[in-house]
């Protein structure tokens, strides 16, 4: 970026709302809000407001693991703040249903909680929908928790210190808020996820009117998402992308699939309307897809005029009668697409002429996993359409020229750029500093940090415990760093199993996975060795622990020598 001379910025002149709350010492009092995820990153957003001794918590979500942690099902992130200071903490609030805002929590409030609180969970009708359907997937009673259905557009009142309101933004889900957070300190205003649609599926457009009064009155800070900070121009509208669905819809020869994601309601309903103009039966395949969408039916945000079925319905109609929602969109080695493109799907399978629409955009770390489905798809005979070749999909996020908008809306004074990987949020700060009226000063937000918001300044001051729990099966944060890089280490040079038992008749087994393909002759001399080494430790009494060094460092220091690989070599050794 070129540097262009800019005029010193002129101090603001407070305006009335900007007076000290009676009983607050000006100077003296500040905000805190502390990132426990979603800074730096797409996913597990989580953030912690606190003024004093009273603590709002904002989101919870999870991020999905990329091809180096194998074994890893989800990522949640650590909240061991959230733990330690558990009894401040007054209200917690969803902007909406996405997995990358509530997915956590069914996770994040039993190791803050336990299995019930009295602590108000305010979420819209479908994002606690989604929760409590969420919930009892996890085992959990939703009734054991107090949750609070409001408006997107609502007043909350949080502890003596903030009042909240909630304003209505169009994303790629229903119900989805921002939120005016009002504070001893001053006005605070979070966009959540957003773009700005002037033509959105369900007609209801984002409340703009809420920013702006918030911009007239004075906005001390404004945290806003970052995903498209790169990206110029405006996002397509939902209502570009059902056209262009109704389009290669109508235009199929034979069988459609589609793939998008679970909880992108709008999207699934353009392509049932698609469906339903064409004449086509649709059918739902995929956990998530027919969890998601049956809430959203109960709830009112999904129409459907004749009902959804099932692929064992539908598998015996003509091609041109039959259209699939499925899952599968990141390229997920178990999902329904994954399983279709390389034909380990039960009851159904690929053939030419079928039209395969992937409905979404890779998450970043996923483009290799989706590439591999969408070549497959084509080696089977598929029309494989997607983005950008095909404008199939939209990002639920803003661009450029809708960023502009909220700056110049809320005029704030200080900056932090969120939701989204460190460029996305450099690009969102470079950005608003191009503004006709930049903010004083913009922060570049980091995962546990403690940024101190006062009348005056926005600085970091501090850090609390951060970072992510893996989530493998029914374990949550049983797997570490270490672990990972072994199964890693396995992943690419294999694994040697030597099994010795130490008796008299000293015996040895060696069987090895994923290491080069061993002959007799190098397996027999890993043998030989271990054998030696097993009967001089039995003759000299050594323990089990001696005896499986002895093993081990001979063992891989020969196959280093006589392969070039370096496989995790794991002696066991017995007593008989």
């Known amino acids: ?171 790629s889900i229903p119900d989805n808020s921002g939120l005016v957070i009002r504070t001893p300190v001053g006005t605070i205003v979070h966009t959540g996820d957003f773009k700005l649609d002037a033509t959105p599926i369900d007609g209801k457009l984002s409340h703009l009117a809420k920013v702006a009064q918030a911009g007239a009155e004075g906005v001390l800070l404004l945290i806003a998402d970052s995903t498209n900070a790169e990206r110029p121009g405006y996002t397509p509208s939902e209502m570009e992308i059902a056209k262009e669905l109704d389009r290669v819809i109508g235009r199929a020869p034979g069988r459609v699939f589609v793939t998008t994601f679970a909880s992108h309601i709008h999207r699934i309903q353009a392509v049932i309307w698609a469906a339903e103009k064409y004449g086509r039966k649709v059918a739902m395949e995929g956990r998530s897809m027919v969890r998601f969408s049956r809430i959203a039916m109960e709830l009112g945000y999904l129409k459907v005029k004749d009902r959804l079925y099932t692929l064992e319905e539908v598998k015996d109609l003509p091609d041109h009668q039959v259209l699939i929602l ?57 029309y494989v359409l997607y983005p950008p070749t095909y404008k199939v999909h939209a990002s639920g996020h803003a661009s450029q020229e809708e960023l502009k908008l909220i700056l110049n809306l809320t005029i704030p004074r200080f900056f932090m750029p969120w939701h989204g990987e460190v460029r996305h ?24 940090a403690i940024y101190r918001l006062t009348r005056d300044t926005f600085e970091k001051v501090g850090q609390v415990p951060s970072g992510v729990l893996y989530v493998d099966g029914l374990g ?19 694994i040697v199993v030597i099994t010795a038992l130490a008796s008299q008749d000293p015996v040895v087994e060696v069987v090895s996975r994923g290491f080069v393909k061993a002959g007799e002759r190098l397996l027999g001399e890993v043998k030989r060795m271990a054998l030696e080494a097993l009967q001089n430790g039995v003759r000299d009494k050594k323990t089990l622990e001696r005896i499986r060094d002895d093993i081990y460092f001979p063992v891989k220091k020969f196959l280093k020598k006589a392969t070039g690989r370096d496989p995790m070599i794991l002696p066991v050794v017995i007593e008989g």
């Open 1 to 171: 970026m070129e540097n262009q001379e800019r005029k010193p910025r002129k101090r603001r002149r407070r305006r009335p709302s900007d007076a000290a709350p009676p009983g607050l010492g000006e100077g003296k009092d500040y905000v805190e809000i502390i990132p426990l995820g979603g800074m730096g990153e797409i996913g597990k957003n989580i953030t912690v407001f606190r003024f004093r001794d009273e603590i709002f918590v904002l989101d919870g979500g999870l991020a999905f693991p990329d091809e180096a942690m194998p074994g890893v099902d989800l990522l949640i992130p650590r909240v061991d703040y959230l733990i330690e200071n558990r009894h401040l903490i007054k209200a917690w609030i969803l902007t909406h249903g996405h997995e990358d805002h509530i997915g956590g929590l069914p996770f994040i409030l039993p190791m803050v909680f336990g299995k019930e609180s009295q602590v108000p969970i305010y979420g819209a009708k479908l994002t606690l929908g989604l929760l409590k359907g969420k919930l009892e997937e996890f085992g959990l009673r939703p009734g054991s928790f107090n949750l609070k259905e409001i408006s997107p557009d609502d007043r909350i009142s949080v502890g003596r210190y903030f009042t909240l309101d909630l304003f209505r933004m169009t994303h």
């Open 425 to 448: 949020q450099t690009n969102f700060k470079w950005l608003a500093e191009s503004m006709s009226r930049p903010p004083e000063k913009t922060l570049i937000g980091e995962n546990g």
């Open 476 to 494: 949550v944060g049983d797997i570490t760093e270490e672990i990972l890089a072994d199964r890693q280490h396995m992943a690419e040079e294999g």
């Open 326 to 382: 499925a899952t599968g969109s990141q390229g997920q080695p178990m999902s329904v697409l994954h399983r279709l493109a390389f034909e380990g799907h039960a009851k159904m399978a690929i053939k030419p002429r079928d039209t395969v629409i992937l409905s979404s955009s890779p998450i970043p770390g996923n483009e290799e996993a989706v590439n591999r489905v969408i070549n497959r798809l084509y080696a089977l005979g598929a």
